[in-house]
């Protein structure tokens, strides 16, 4: 779970929550109650911006290796992947 701490906390003990996000934990930054931005590790700022990556690959469904395909057509719903 993430910490949460204020913007002007965070401002206060930047070393402090470095280290935190460093060893794996994100903090939440907030102001007025509202999250306003997170700090994360290197290592989880490469794996945010992969996932994002993803997120906006588009791809054509008759332009699919044929094993994907074959992937697809036997994948069952709720089933764990291979």
């Given at each position: 779970?993430?910490?949460?701490?204020?913007?002007?906390?965070?401002?206060?003990?930047?070393?402090?929550?470095?280290?935190?996000a460093l060893s794996g934990e994100p903090v939440r930054v907030t102001s007025h109650g509202?999250?306003?931005?997170?700090?994360?590790?290197?290592?989880?700022?490469?794996?945010?911006?992969?996932?994002?990556?993803?997120?906006?690959?588009?791809?054509?469904?008759?332009?699919?290796?044929?094993?994907?395909?074959?992937?697809?057509?036997?994948?069952?719903?709720?089933?764990?992947?291979?």
């Open positions: 779970m993430a910490a949460s701490v204020t913007a002007t906390e965070f401002a206060k003990n930047f070393g402090r929550y470095q280290d935190q509202r999250v306003v931005g997170g700090f994360i590790s290197e290592a989880d700022l490469r794996h945010f911006e992969q996932l994002k990556r993803r997120e906006r690959q588009a791809l054509v469904v008759g332009q699919l290796p044929e094993d994907v395909v074959a992937g697809i057509a036997a994948a069952e719903y709720g089933a764990d992947p291979a």
